[in-house]
């Protein structure tokens, strides 16, 4: 992993929290697996990114 990456990501979670991010990457995987079964008919890659949401959502932070 790139290092400008992290620092970039540290950033956001400082600013954002560690939660709210976790949020956001639920929601961007739910869009991805729409997008994939919309625009592309892939149902296979949109079941992948639906379980990855689902596991993001299952995750309990309290920091």
């Not at 400008?4 to 639920?26: F, G, H, N, P, R």
């Not at 990114?49 to 993001?56: D, N, R, S, T, V």
Request: charged share 35%; hydrophobic share 40%; glycine share 0%.
């Amino acid at each position: 992993m790139q290092k400008e990456y992290m620092d970039i990501l540290e950033t956001l979670i400082d600013k954002l929290t560690l939660s709210a991010i976790l949020e956001m990457l639920e929601r961007i995987c739910h869009k991805k697996a729409e997008n994939l079964r919309t625009h592309w008919h892939d149902e296979t890659s949109a079941k992948l990114w639906e379980k990855a949401a689902k596991q993001i959502e299952q995750i309990n932070v309290d920091v």
